[in-house]
């Protein structure tokens, strides 16, 4: 079964400093991987899709499938960063999805 | 555009009642629609996945007579817990896959709805 794995509950940073949001996944074929994102009071959203390649409000992630990774990163945090931060696996098939337990950003001014 | 809609926020019940909640999508048909569920602090939780006008496909370890799940339409799905009791309190997400009302293609992506708060007395 897969299974994801977002070791951090909250991450705290100052404005400017370099983020990180690390995500480990495991499942057997080839997965698709996503970042969603939640503001506070706001409904759950798509932040990137690993295929997309992409890099949206300054953030990137990249596949890593030797190390089963899809780590978020951001190199200067702003304020409008903080929310809750959820990455998610789809194995295809009608797109389920299997989410992580989050990670909390906190920016500090 | 894709914007998905449920009813009601939140909602408060009497053990052993019947709670019923709407996942609309208002702008666009959801072909496919998912049921999540998601306990405090925790992650959100897939329960079962409904295609317009089948049978919706439930999680492991899901209760099929426990949470009715009904798709009748493109554009609304139904999520009954049954006998609630106070330990099926949590948040209940609903997310749709689909495509634009008047044209063919696919919106290549899940949207959520804002989720509705459930608490069983």
């Known amino acids: 079964a897969q299974r994801v794995t977002q070791p951090e509950k909250l991450l705290s940073v100052f404005k400017g400093a370099p983020v990180e949001l690390k995500c480990n996944y495991s499942?057997?074929?080839?997965?698709?991987l996503f970042w969603y994102v939640q503001y506070s009071r706001q409904r759950l959203q798509l932040l990137l899709r690993h295929i997309s390649r992409e890099s949206i409000k300054g953030f990137t992630a990249d596949l890593n499938k030797g190390e089963t990774s899809f780590h978020l990163k951001k190199p200067f945090a702003q304020e409008e960063d903080s929310a809750m931060y959820y990455c998610a696996l789809s194995t295809g098939g009608g797109n389920k999805l299997t989410f992580g337990t989050g990670t909390q950003l906190k920016v500090e001014l | 555009g894709a914007v998905v809609s449920q009813h009601p926020s939140r909602v408060i019940c009497k053990s052993g009642t019947s709670v019923k909640i709407e996942c609309r999508s208002l702008d666009f048909q959801a072909t496919t629609m998912f049921w999540y569920r998601q306990f405090p602090k925790q992650s959100l939780m897939l329960m079962a996945t409904?295609?317009?006008?089948?049978?919706?496909?439930?999680e492991q370890g899901v209760e099929k007579d426990k949470f009715l799940i009904n798709h009748a339409s493109l554009t609304l799905s139904t999520l009954t817990v049954t006998s609630a009791h106070p330990e099926d309190s949590s948040f209940y997400i609903c997310s749709a896959r689909g495509g634009p009302l008047t044209s063919g293609g696919a919106y290549n992506e899940q949207f959520f709805g804002p989720g509705t708060r459930l608490t069983v007395l």
């Open positions: 409904s295609n317009e006008g089948s049978k919706a496909t439930y």
């Open positions: 499942y057997s074929g080839s997965p698709e």
